[in-house]
């Protein structure tokens, strides 16, 4: 296990710039405001618009958090006053059992942590919202639902779900405060009898009123062979489609609670054949709502003592193309700063899709110039056999630019529901 420190997310005298989104350079986390760059332990090192000699003032220095690297996710211990307590990090069983892999996502997302968790732990939307996504999500499978639960506390829930026609339930929920929720399956295989084990493990955690980041990790101890066909990148722009698919409900969801100001039970109609787990939720926040900053429970509320603040890119043309210009990536509405746009829900937090991107549009680029200069060739020259054969080459390249540019708009473009008719 790992330790190490994390510096707070707003530079102390830089006017609160955000230090998530500085730069490392030489091992020193950099503001991209002023260009003030600190030490792990959160010291100030440089100050490039101070004098040389001149002193940097100790409250340059920001506070820093002790942190752990435990199965894969780094956790961040927020307190100053309480000692870091090991023996509270979450475990997951499933993720240390030998052969387990799993694929892991990142997303930020324009609506709030309630809301997220609530859509989470709903088996019943997923034949209908997610209808022929993956290979197993189909609208005609819509049915009722059994559900039992095994335990209440203050900390969450658990139980076991699966469909009426089971002869028992198979899976296995189980949400734990705050932010950590768990469903996992086994399946013993007739032929061997050996038992396979797999997860779908979600990691939520609120970033503001109405916004939230969420760490999805989908694995099994046992995998598809034609899943090992398919590129990681292929998995995170699907798993980004399952949430595009959802997010119109979602945030009309939190605009009607934030607007009716009551309790979940005067909106909801739960039906015990699909929602049990949303009821429990709520009821759960029932119990331990007052300690939070806002809570909408079946029951009871608690409003925000403060409105949302709510991060606006800069409007008009010129200001538009402005702000799509820094480091996080290049000219055009890929760009644009925007949550409900999936390179920035996405990519720019996913190392592996932001690397693909770019290699294919550089692929598209070169590919594009190599189609004009073959074509060019082909009109030029006088030989029959040589211009068809120039010609069937730039046709080669411009389809590699129509894959590239195809492969650019997966990762990056939003899915747009069309309705059909069954």
Not at 245 to 254: A, I, K, P, T, V
Not at 263 to 279: C, E, F, H, M, Q
Not at 293 to 304: D, E, M, N, R, V
Request: some cysteine.
């Amino acid at each position: 296990m790992v330790c190490f420190s994390v510096t707070k997310i707003a530079a102390p005298t830089a006017r609160l710039a955000k230090l998530s989104e500085g730069q490392l350079i030489d091992g020193r986390l950099e503001c991209l405001y002023h260009g003030w760059q600190f030490e792990g332990a959160g010291k100030c090192v440089k100050i490039p618009q101070l004098p040389a000699d001149a002193k940097i003032p100790k409250s340059a220095c920001v506070k820093t958090y002790e942190v752990r690297d435990s199965q894969g996710v780094v956790w961040v211990w927020m307190s100053h006053k309480t000692p870091p307590n090991p023996a509270k990090l979450p475990w997951f069983e499933n993720f240390d059992r030998p052969g387990f892999q799993d694929t892991s996502t990142t997303h930020e997302l324009p609506y709030d942590h309630s809301i997220l968790l609530e859509n989470l732990m709903d088996p019943a939307h997923v034949p209908i919202s997610h209808d022929r996504t993956d290979w197993s999500a189909k609208r005609e499978d819509a049915q009722p639902l059994r559900f039992e639960v095994t335990e209440r506390t203050d900390r969450g829930f658990a139980g076991w779900w699966g469909k009426t026609t089971d002869q028992s339930a198979s899976s296995f929920l189980r949400f734990e405060a705050p932010c950590s929720l768990q469903n996992n399956r086994e399946i013993v295989d007739d032929k061997t009898g050996e038992t396979h084990y797999f997860s779908g493990l979600f990691l939520c955690r609120p970033t503001g009123q109405g916004k939230s980041m969420l760490i999805v990790r989908f694995g099994g101890t046992k995998r598809s062979p034609l899943a090992k066909l398919f590129p990681k990148w292929y998995f995170h722009q699907n798993a980004g489609k399952v949430f595009e698919q959802d997010m119109g409900f979602l945030s009309s969801q939190n605009e009607i609670l934030m607007k009716e100001k009551v309790p979940t039970r005067n909106l909801y109609l739960n039906l015990k054949s699909s929602d049990t787990w949303v009821a429990e939720y709520r009821k759960w926040m029932d119990k331990v709502g007052h300690g939070m900053p806002y809570h909408f429970g079946h029951s009871t509320i608690s409003l925000p003592k403060e409105p949302a603040v709510v991060e606006h890119a800069p409007a008009g043309l010129v200001a538009g193309v402005s702000a799509s210009l820094p480091a996080k990536g290049g000219i055009g509405t890929m760009h644009a700063p925007n949550l409900a746009n999936r390179y920035f829900r996405h990519v720019v937090h996913c190392k592996e899709c932001r690397n693909v991107v770019k290699a294919f549009q550089a692929w598209k680029n070169y590919l594009s110039a190599v189609a004009v200069a073959l074509t060019a060739l082909a009109i030029l020259i006088s030989g029959r056999q040589w211009k068809a054969l120039l010609l069937v080459s730039a046709a080669v390249c411009s389809g590699g630019v129509y894959a590239c540019s195809a492969a650019v708009a997966l990762n990056t473009t939003n899915f747009i529901r069309t309705h059909r008719r069954l």
